[in-house]
């Protein structure tokens, strides 16, 4: 309901910028005063020919009411279309935008979920060295060295994916508040 309001403010606003109160609106009043004044003089052929331009004139006039009558007709209709068209590409760009951040979020999660197994795994397999393997005797040590660095690098991970998602959330928002007319590029 508010989407409406705002776009019918938007269309009279332009509306008025385009289409002036309409000077035609004084030109009648000033026709009619005229009639008047002419009317209550003797007939002769020069009352004739100001009573004949009098009536060119109202003929013109209904003409120019029905012609900006049919503009603003013709205005009314078109700007609403566009103001749907644009909020339809906002929403369908918006749209774009959410679904590559949740596709993005979601192989990210999903390579941090391999990253945690395979650091289980490891782990398991560290466990089950014994102090004097074949490798050497600070091999599962290294071992562990290993794994806590693989622990940070996925924290680190997983708080830049959330970090990045939330910035681009706030970003989008900022935009399509700034402009109603916000379309990002894909």
């Given at each position: 309901?508010?989407?409406?309001?705002?776009?019918?403010?938007?269309?009279?606003?332009?509306?008025?910028?385009?289409?002036?109160?309409?000077?035609?609106?004084?030109?009648?009043?000033?026709?009619?005063?005229?009639?008047?004044?002419?009317?209550?003089?003797?007939?002769?052929?020069?009352?004739a020919?100001?009573?004949?331009?009098?009536?060119?004139?109202?003929?013109?006039?209904?003409?120019?009411?029905?012609?900006?009558?049919?503009?603003?007709?013709?205005?009314?209709?078109?700007?609403?279309?566009?103001?749907?068209?644009?909020?339809?590409?906002?929403?369908?760009?918006?749209h774009?935008?959410?679904?590559?951040?949740?596709?993005?979020?979601?192989?990210?999660?999903?390579?941090?979920?391999?990253?945690?197994?395979?650091?289980?795994?490891?782990?398991?397999?560290?466990?089950?060295?014994?102090?004097?393997?074949?490798?050497?005797?600070?091999?599962?040590?290294?071992?562990?060295?290993?794994?806590?660095?693989?622990?940070?690098?996925?924290?680190?991970?997983?708080?830049?994916?959330?970090?990045?998602?939330?910035?681009?959330d706030?970003?989008?928002?900022?935009?399509?508040?700034?402009?109603?007319?916000?379309?990002?590029?894909?």
């Open positions: 309901m508010e989407k409406f309001y705002v776009r019918d403010v938007l269309v009279q606003q332009f509306l008025n910028r385009l289409l002036p109160p309409s000077p035609l609106a004084g030109l009648s009043h000033d026709r009619r005063e005229i009639s008047q004044q002419i009317a209550s003089l003797d007939e002769s052929d020069d009352v020919k100001l009573k004949d331009q009098l009536n060119r004139l109202g003929g013109v006039h209904d003409d120019m009411e029905k012609a900006q009558d049919r503009i603003r007709d013709k205005v009314e209709k078109q700007i609403p279309k566009d103001l749907n068209e644009l909020s339809a590409k906002a929403d369908n760009i918006r774009q935008l959410n679904a590559r951040i949740d596709k993005e979020e979601e192989e990210r999660f999903l390579a941090i979920k391999e990253l945690q197994e395979a650091f289980q795994q490891l782990q398991s397999r560290s466990s089950s060295f014994p102090a004097n393997d074949q490798f050497g005797p600070g091999s599962s040590a290294q071992i562990r060295r290993d794994l806590d660095e693989c622990k940070v690098a996925i924290k680190k991970l997983a708080e830049s994916v959330t970090t990045v998602k939330n910035v681009l706030r970003k989008i928002t900022d935009e399509s508040r700034k402009s109603p007319h916000f379309a990002p590029t894909l």
